[in-house]
């Protein structure tokens, strides 16, 4: 199926967004980005009811009226939507929790989670498309204990469509074997990536609420998340970041939670970076996964008794950075 967004006030064209389709239990089925001039196509998987969504940041989202589509029908289907701006200013901070419950039901948080979502399933929309050329420097740094003295560093340049910025593994998996796993002879350390941020296993198992921070002058609210308590593995709370006056997302800063050997410190995690590109379509811009280097020491207390415990004696940092993207037919995307 083909159709246009169009504004309903204006009639203009309405680019740079997404259109979802969505099957009668609202369940997302196919999603396109739309032209600079609002057109868009859809392909459905079988006949049958379905709905349209128009998905723009910093807009609520507007869900059409349900349609029909036959066997072997090319449906042409306009969308006209009505431009409601996200208000995030006007989002209150309470610094309270809500457990067991997805952050879009939950009033406190379905605003704010809303803009996260998009830009999220964006960001795993063009990933998935390949219709982009990267060029990105990868890394690996080692620091001090301190993380003020660089020791070792590699990096190289790679070219091609980007893959995941960090390794990962499904929801599920992270929910039964915890975000640390200790393998042969070394340690993995996961991150949550935008598929992962979105899947129910993990927003049933967290805790979620807002925060708020002026970062180089620029207002932010923030979608904190964290473990529930009973949880016994180790995980992952963090912050997803929104600029307060586009509702574009900005970044995700997560830490480590039940770190073996019980060390705690709160350097022990990760940064994503996000940037939303001139069409609509949205990548992870930069990343960085700092990884500690611990060490195990023996001391005697008095009475002659052995007393073990494990510290941060170094950290190794993984991560990268997109230095230019391009289109399929060579035109430079990024930087402008």
């Given at each position: 199926?083909?159709?246009?967004?169009?504004e309903?006030?204006?009639?203009?064209?309405?680019g740079?967004?997404?259109?979802?389709?969505?099957?009668?239990?609202g369940?997302?089925?196919?999603?396109?980005?739309?032209?600079?001039?609002?057109?868009?196509?859809?392909?459905?998987p079988?006949?049958?009811?379905?709905?349209?969504?128009s998905?723009?940041?910093?807009?609520?989202?507007?869900?059409?009226?349900?349609f029909?589509?036959?066997q072997?029908?090319?449906?042409?289907?306009?969308?006209?939507?009505?431009?409601?701006?996200v208000?995030?200013?006007a989002?209150?901070?309470?610094?309270?929790?809500?457990?067991?419950?997805?952050?879009?039901?939950?009033?406190?948080?379905?605003?704010?989670?809303?803009?996260?979502?998009?830009?999220?399933?964006?960001?795993?929309?063009?990933?998935?498309?390949q219709?982009?050329?990267?060029?990105?420097?990868?890394?690996?740094?080692d620091?001090?204990?301190?993380?003020?003295?660089?020791?070792?560093?590699v990096?190289?340049?790679?070219?091609?469509?980007?893959?995941?910025?960090?390794?990962?593994?499904?929801?599920?998996e992270?929910?039964?074997?915890?975000?640390?796993?200790?393998?042969?002879?070394?340690?993995?350390?996961?991150?949550?990536?935008?598929?992962?941020?979105?899947?129910?296993?993990?927003?049933a198992?967290?805790?979620?609420?807002?925060v708020?921070?002026?970062?180089?002058?620029?207002?932010?609210?923030?979608?904190?998340?964290?473990?529930?308590?009973?949880?016994?593995?180790?995980?992952?709370?963090?912050?997803?970041?929104?600029?307060?006056?586009?509702?574009?997302?900005?970044?995700?800063?997560?830490?480590?939670?039940?770190?073996?050997?019980?060390?705690?410190d709160e350097?022990?995690?990760?940064?994503?970076?996000?940037?939303?590109?001139?069409?609509?379509?949205?990548?992870?811009?930069?990343?960085?996964?700092?990884?500690?280097?611990?060490?195990?020491?023996?001391?005697?207390?008095?009475?002659?008794?052995?007393?073990r415990?494990?510290?941060?004696?170094?950290?190794?940092?993984?991560?990268?950075?997109?230095?230019?993207?391009?289109?399929?037919d060579?035109?430079?995307?990024?930087?402008?």
């Amino acid at each position: 199926m083909t159709g246009q967004v169009v504004e309903a006030t204006t009639a203009a064209p309405v680019g740079e967004g997404f259109v979802v389709l969505l099957d009668e239990q609202g369940r997302e089925i196919a999603r396109a980005l739309t032209a600079a001039d609002g057109r868009f196509s859809l392909t459905a998987p079988r006949p049958g009811r379905y709905r349209l969504r128009s998905e723009r940041i910093g807009y609520v989202a507007f869900v059409a009226p349900q349609f029909t589509l036959e066997q072997g029908q090319t449906l042409t289907h306009p969308l006209t939507v009505t431009a409601l701006a996200v208000q995030l200013a006007a989002v209150e901070v309470t610094g309270r929790t809500s457990c067991r419950v997805n952050p879009d039901r939950a009033q406190t948080t379905a605003t704010v989670w809303g803009e996260v979502r998009k830009a999220l399933a964006a960001a795993v929309w063009t990933e998935r498309q390949q219709i982009y050329r990267y060029r990105i420097v990868a890394f690996k740094r080692d620091w001090d204990e301190s993380r003020r003295e660089v020791r070792e560093q590699v990096s190289d340049t790679l070219f091609g469509h980007a893959r995941a910025p960090y390794a990962s593994v499904p929801a599920i998996e992270l929910a039964g074997h915890g975000y640390i796993v200790a393998e042969a002879e070394s340690i993995a350390y996961y991150g949550p990536d935008a598929v992962v941020l979105q899947d129910s296993t993990f927003l049933a198992s967290h805790c979620f609420g807002l925060v708020r921070r002026l970062l180089d002058g620029v207002e932010q609210v923030g979608l904190s998340f964290e473990p529930e308590a009973r949880r016994r593995l180790p995980d992952v709370r963090g912050v997803l970041w929104l600029d307060e006056g586009t509702a574009e997302l900005r970044s995700l800063e997560f830490s480590y939670t039940r770190v073996p050997e019980g060390v705690t410190d709160e350097r022990i995690g990760g940064t994503v970076e996000f940037l939303r590109l001139p069409p609509g379509a949205w990548i992870i811009r930069r990343w960085e996964l700092r990884m500690p280097r611990l060490q195990a020491q023996t001391f005697s207390l008095p009475g002659g008794v052995a007393q073990r415990r494990v510290v941060v004696r170094g950290f190794r940092d993984g991560g990268g950075e997109v230095l230019e993207i391009r289109a399929l037919d060579g035109r430079r995307v990024y930087p402008p």
